[in-house]
């Protein structure tokens, strides 16, 4: 490890984007402008895990295993993760510290206008839980939520870091932290980084972003009004 050659974060991405095919969004590849990473092994998603390690990040794989986005959701900050649970020894865990079941997850949705909505669980500081459902929203790179839930869920407004981000209906000036985790049924997903933005530009929704998205494959059964999410 210690040997693996060092190189420019944002020139090797845009290589493996020109060879691979994967789309990063330019501003989020300005973001990794002057960082220097490990460049080490020939399978693609190994070699940008290693590549991004200094960074929050999200890779959006193909149903044939390649990939097709690469989210940058900001620099790692030195705020350790929460002590583990008996509830994460079913998890999965990546090498970005997140976690996800590992197990298929299957959750009923209820249906506003052409979007599904997800009774989920939100958990904050201090394990504070907060039931609330999210619309998913494969073209936000967070989960969102408003500003009025920072409080209730117990997270600490000055440890939020100020960012302009994505979602379906054009980029919002946001603060993000990280849930402690979101919990679908008895199904626990860890550390989940969380957009949150002033109440009146969600017009009361929150939504379900790739943040999550991002750890599964998603099949969305439209008759059935059901979503399936495999690890």
């Known amino acids: 490890m210690a040997d693996s050659p060092q190189v420019d974060v944002a020139e090797e991405l845009e290589r493996l984007m020109a060879s691979s095919g994967f789309t990063m969004k330019p501003t989020q590849l300005e973001a990794t402008r002057r960082s220097i990473g490990r460049a080490e092994g020939e399978e693609l998603v190994p070699r940008l895990r290693m590549l991004l390690e200094r960074f929050d990040h999200v890779i959006v794989q193909k149903p044939d295993g390649g990939v097709e986005r690469v989210i940058i959701l900001g620099e790692k900050t030195a705020v350790p993760p929460p002590p583990?649970?008996?509830?994460?020894?079913?998890?999965?865990?990546?090498?970005?510290?997140?976690?996800?079941?590992?197990?298929?997850?299957?959750?009923?949705?209820?249906?506003?206008?052409?979007?599904?909505?997800?009774?989920?669980g939100l958990e904050g500081e201090n394990g504070k839980r907060v039931e609330r459902p999210l619309l998913l929203d494969t073209g936000a790179d967070y989960v969102v939520l408003p500003n009025s839930l920072i409080v209730p869920l117990g997270i600490n407004p000055q440890r939020l870091r100020r960012q302009v981000v994505q979602t379906a209906n054009g980029t919002v000036d946001a603060q993000i932290g990280t849930l402690t985790a979101i919990w679908f049924g008895n199904q626990r997903v860890s550390r989940v980084a969380t957009a949150f933005i002033d109440d009146t530009r969600l017009g009361g929704n929150a939504l379900l972003g790739m943040s999550v998205l991002g750890r599964f494959r998603v099949t969305i059964d439209d008759a059935k009004n059901l979503v399936l999410l495999a690890p």
Do not use: N
């Open 84 to 120: 583990p649970t008996s509830a994460q020894s079913e998890e999965q865990v990546t090498e970005e510290g997140e976690a996800a079941p590992a197990a298929e997850i299957v959750v009923q949705t209820q249906r506003k206008g052409t979007s599904h909505a997800l009774m989920l």
